[in-house]
């Protein structure tokens, strides 16, 4: 008997289940997926970059050098005492150069170093100003900690932004990353195709359980921390305050623990999130319940697939980058070479930087002020970067997918293959039609 593609046995046994995980990479390379990914990619550029930043900008609202230099973003403050930065690309910025330090500390396998000095600036009153300091030389975790920590800086210090941005950041991707995520789904457990089309309709379809899960956990902590500061507060009455705290001051400790339970279980299981309701069709609690589940109950699998995922992709990622870059060297190099201005508008590439914008103010020679060849090159070059970071986002959710097929069938002993399918409309399984009431 011919045996399934996706058994456990075909990766070398039950404790060797993790090299599914290397399917990713050919699997991430669908067109579809990274046409999601690149739409999604540009999208929120869109909104972030070119209409919000622009907005807090032009009221005076954006980020200014002393902000800058007192904050954990680790960019570098504008030349112009004036010019103000703003919060999209700031973070995006900081953002960027963690998700690169991290993957190459991960190729390095480099987990843990510089955690002791990166926490004990955390601990430091005056943290803000020495992490931006971060540079090469840390390991995996410490990276991934300052990514939590600019994200954080950036929901204390811009809450108005971030609920906006937020808000329009988490729609966008609960369309494009659901969808990505059965894509998966089924081309993993099935080896089946589902077109671009179908899968937007899935995600739609389900959009509230995708919206809501990533926001159940920070409800759940600011709900808690809400109950704990009410306590606080009886706490805080003068001579009968200490007699209610004292008493139920283990229900502050409880509290305290269920916060823990939310912050370490949404922060790792978020990946786990999507793929959830993307593979069982299931609402917003069943993704709760198995995202935050799994990573509990084994959470010793959930450690070696996400350093299996974390490793492999940043190597894969490495060979992308290859390429890329050889692509755009040599298109720049032959080109140029038979149009010299090319030079003048686009730099010779570098693997650090494929495309590097002239200085704006620079006259290029030969251009007359009609000709579009230099915005033309940009507009190819963004598309170029935004397929090329889609690729990077159509890995993760193809990865965090086959992580959560392999953590449900080890807790839940499920098929592979067990996928939600909705049943036809002209099915008997189909739920059955609305109809109108006897009363009506």
């Known amino acids: 008997m011919e045996e399934n593609a996706n058994s456990m046995p075909a ?14 990479s050919r699997q991430a390379l669908q067109p579809e997926k990274i046409f999601l990914a690149a739409l999604g990619l540009m999208i929120t550029f869109v909104i972030g970059a070119l209409l919000l930043d622009r907005v807090w900008i032009s009221v005076g609202w954006g980020l200014d050098q002393e902000t800058l230099r007192t904050s954990p973003l680790m960019v570098k403050p504008p030349g112009d005492a004036e010019t103000m930065l703003g919060v999209f690309e700031a973070l995006i910025q900081h953002e960027k150069h963690c998700v690169d330090q991290a993957l190459r500390a991960a190729r390095k396998f480099e987990l843990a ?28 975790a410490a990276y991934i900690l300052a990514m939590g920590k600019g994200l954080y800086w950036t929901a204390t210090h811009q809450l ?13 991707w609960a369309l494009f ?21 179908e899968a937007l309709s899935y995600s739609k379809q389900r959009f509230g359980a995708f919206f809501a899960a990533p926001l159940f956990p920070i409800g759940a902590v600011l709900l808690i921390g809400f109950a704990l500061l009410v306590g606080g507060w009886i706490m805080s009455w003068p001579y009968v305050g200490w007699l209610p705290g004292g008493l139920f001051f283990g229900l502050a400790l409880v509290g305290g623990g269920l916060i823990a339970f939310f912050v370490i279980g949404g922060a790792v299981g978020f990946s786990l999130m999507w793929p959830t309701t993307a593979v069982e069709g299931s609402d917003v609690f069943d993704s709760i319940s198995r995202s935050l589940g799994y990573v509990y109950e084994k959470a010793e699998r959930t450690v070696v697939y996400a350093l299996v995922a974390i490793v492999y992709g940043a190597l894969v990622w490495l060979a992308v980058r290859i390429f890329a870059f050889l692509l755009a060297y040599s298109t720049h190099g032959f080109v140029s070479q038979a149009y010299p201005v090319l030079d003048d508008m686009w730099a010779t ?12 103010s620079s006259e290029i020679e030969g251009l007359g002020k009609n000709n579009f060849t230099l915005p033309l090159i940009r507009v190819w070059a963004s ?8 690729y990077l986002v159509s890995y993760y959710f193809t990865a ?23 049943p036809p ?9 609305e109809t109108a009431s006897a009363d009506s």
């Open 425 to 433: 409309p002209d099915s008997p399984l189909a739920p059955p039609p």
């Open 11 to 24: 990766c070398g046994g039950d404790q060797f289940d993790w090299c599914h995980i290397f399917k990713a």
């Open 349 to 360: 590439p570098s693997f650090d930087q494929l495309y590097a914008e002239p200085d704006s």
């Open 400 to 422: 965090s997918t086959i992580i959560y097929l392999l953590l449900r069938s080890r807790v839940d002993d499920t098929e592979l293959d067990d996928i939600y399918i909705e």
């Open 177 to 197: 990353g659901g969808a990505i995520c059965r894509i998966s789904a089924l081309q993993f457990a099935r080896d089946e195709h589902l077109s671009m089309g």
């Open 113 to 140: 170093g510089g955690m002791g000095d990166i926490w004990s600036r955390l601990n430091q009153s005056g943290y803000a100003q020495t992490l931006p300091t971060v540079g090469d030389g840390y390991g995996l």
């Open 160 to 172: 108005i932004y971030t609920i906006i941005f937020g808000s329009l950041a988490l729609t966008i």
């Open 383 to 390: 598309i170029g970067g935004f397929l090329l970071y889609g």
